[in-house]
């Protein structure tokens, strides 16, 4: 496993929408998280190497994650739309090997730098 990489950050009206791509290798389960100003970092969508999906509360409905695959490389998407101010936070993708897909922050071991998701009201 290598560390994941995040892009697709940004500003955005609230009700918008935002994107982030994830590309990583090497994994079981990938999880998004978040942390916003002065709050711990919550997960807020798991993905399985089988596509089994979860999600927190707060995002279902309104964010899907998925996976494509593209030869040796994992390529990993958090579509998110309807965003609330709430949203705000740098997102990360975080990934493990192991057989256990929890939204637990100290069960992943590699995490990428993170990607900067601003909402406006």
């Known amino acids: 496993q290598v560390q994941p990489v995040e892009s697709g950050g940004g500003s955005v009206e609230s009700g918008g929408s935002l994107t982030l791509r994830c590309v990583a290798s090497?994994?079981?389960?990938v999880g998004w998280f978040r942390q916003g100003p002065g709050k711990e970092r919550e997960g807020v969508a798991l993905i399985r190497s089988d596509g089994i999906t979860t999600y927190a509360d707060s995002v279902k409905g309104r964010f899907t994650v998925s996976k494509d695959l593209d030869n040796d490389k994992n390529t990993l998407w958090l579509q998110m739309n309807s965003l609330k101010p709430e949203d705000n936070g740098m997102y990360y993708c975080a990934t493990h090997g192991v057989s256990t897909c929890r939204p637990v922050s100290t069960d992943f071991r590699y995490w990428g730098q993170g990607t900067q998701v601003t909402v406006s009201s």
């Open positions: 090497g994994w079981h389960c």
